[in-house]
């Protein structure tokens, strides 16, 4: 079963960048696999910021893509999200998630929460 | 952008009753790709329906899912104390990825 911990500050200010990282265990990311990642405002519904393949192609919601970079690091076993120019709007709880090669997310991570607050 | 709409906001429900949750898309979803999700309170969502109708693993035979194209369905048969939550549906036929709003299922 796969595993995945979500990880990085919990408080960011306005205008900064906002940087998590997402650990996998239980299997090798450049085995295949998506990987994403999707956030939930408190008490709010969710949105798909993410996704990229093992060999780095990535994908981007275009509401967020300007923003938004998405990496994988296969030594470390691990992917990550970069959100530029952050504002209260992108406080959130943040999921990291296995996708399915068709898109949807069949393993989820905790999800950790970034408050943006100066 | 494919905008998914859920119904009813919230279903106020017993124990053993069943549960019928809409879910309709403002343009047809390709292939059926449509899943549904439920998350409790502090909880991750977890995945309970793929392909509109195919059940994830482990998950309980009491959740079908049905539909094609904008008008999707997922059905709990007999509610279980477990089962009341907030389900999403998510559609991936198409970018950008979107969710429904949700609906709750809360006991009555």
């Known amino acids: 079963q796969v595993q995945l911990q979500e990880s990085g500050p919990g408080l960011v200010k306005p205008s900064e960048t906002l940087s998590l990282t997402c650990t996998v265990s239980?299997?090798?990311?450049?085995?295949?696999?998506?990987w994403g990642w999707i956030r939930q405002p408190p008490g709010k519904g969710l949105e798909w910021i993410a996704t990229?393949?093992?060999?780095?192609?990535?994908y981007y919601n275009p509401s967020l893509k300007s923003r938004v970079t998405m990496s994988v690091d296969t030594s470390k076993n691990q992917f990550s999200l970069k959100l530029s120019s952050v504002t209260a709007a992108d406080t959130a709880v943040y999921y990291c998630?296995?996708?399915?090669?068709?898109?949807?997310?069949?393993?989820w991570g905790q999800g950790t929460l970034v408050t943006v607050s100066s | 952008e494919i905008v998914l709409t859920q119904s009813p906001g919230t279903l106020s429900l017993s124990p053993g009753e069943r549960a019928t949750l809409s879910c309709r898309a403002t343009?047809?979803?390709?292939?059926?790709?449509l899943a549904w999700y439920q998350q409790k309170p502090g909880q991750a969502p977890r995945l309970l329906i793929y392909?509109?109708?195919t059940r994830a693993t482990g998950i309980p035979d009491r959740f079908s899912g049905s539909g094609s194209g904008t008008d999707f369905t997922l059905i709990i048969s007999r509610l279980e104390p477990e089962d009341f939550a907030v389900y999403y549906c998510?559609?991936?036929?198409?970018?950008?990825?979107?969710f429904g709003g949700g609906t709750k299922v809360e006991i009555k």
């Open positions: 998630a296995t996708v399915r090669s068709t898109l949807y997310f069949d393993n």
């Open positions: 239980g299997y090798s990311i450049s085995s295949g696999y998506y």
């Open positions: 990229i393949y093992h060999s780095g192609s990535t």
């Open positions: 343009q047809s979803v390709s292939s059926s790709y």
């Open positions: 392909g509109a109708s």
């Open positions: 998510q559609q991936y036929g198409s970018s950008p990825l979107t």
